[in-house]
């Protein structure tokens, strides 16, 4: 099954009239980069969540983040009035400006009260069963996360195999080509010499011709070319995580079509190559995006 790296999730709920936020977002990345923000009650548990998120989501760029809002009591936050003055007036140090101008009392206000300490709330207290509740929902959080991951994941792996089918296509072409392509650049040769009305040793002929013609021959790429198709098709079977996989299959894939067009010397064999280029390029692009 293939899991796309990005997705989105998230769960509000209220525990003794505060309002939880649990978010949770992923996007690419080589490596698993968890990032977590929650507030001091949850920092004991920690390392088991970092264990579980990791267990359930593997690679990406993930952050996690609990926060709380505050409820309808105006008890529960207050302004520290002292620190902010004292931000104001350093501020209006600093910029040396006129301290009687009001619309720059308002600008410093504003800038004022997103520094540190500017207010304080009534710290959250919560027992086990409470706490519970929130891991509980981070947990669902991250299930969710990832069931986002595989439905987005389920549409990216029905155009990788409308690509591949595409290029199968393409490479069953170059096959009917590559039938007659071979003769028929050796008839054009015995052709061109013929105008040349010179003695030719027919056995010296033969030995060149097929040592000239053996570089335009393409059957051990197509051969190879079809296996790594294979085993790229059979590999998007795999419930393991395969997108670094995916990748090195696409390489190889990549080289047997640069090879073959590096062989062509054909119009029509060059057209079914720089198709299969195109289809491949946009298949690793979207590879750059799953697990």
Known sequence: MIKSMTGYA????????TKFIVEIKSVNSKILDLNIRFPHFLKSYENDLRQEIS??????????????EIGKNSDEISVNKAIVNNYIQQLKKINNLDTSDFSSEKEYLKIA???PNAYSSKSIELNTTEVQII?????????NLNDYRAKEGSEMEKDFRNKISLIKKLL???ENIEKERISKKRDKLLEEFKKIGLEIDNNRLEQE???????????????RLKSNILIFEETLESNDPVGKK??????????????IGSKANDA???????????????????????L
């Open 10 to 17: 998230s769960e509000s709920f209220i525990i003794n009239s």
């Open 55 to 68: 267990s359930k989501l593997f690679r990406g760029k993930i952050e996690l983040n609990v926060s709380s």
């Open 113 to 115: 009260m997103r520094l």
């Open 135 to 143: 891991i509980d929902k981070i947990s669902i959080v991250t299930t």
């Open 172 to 174: 069953g072409d170059i």
């Open 209 to 223: 011709m097929i040592y000239y013609l053996e570089k335009f021959d393409i059957n051990e790429e197509i051969i």
């Open 246 to 259: 995916l990748g090195f299959i696409c390489q190889e894939i990549g080289r047997e079509i640069n090879t």
């Open 268 to 290: 029509n064999l060059q057209k079914n190559v720089i198709e299969m280029k195109d289809n491949l390029e946009k298949i690793k692009e979207n590879i750059l995006n799953i």
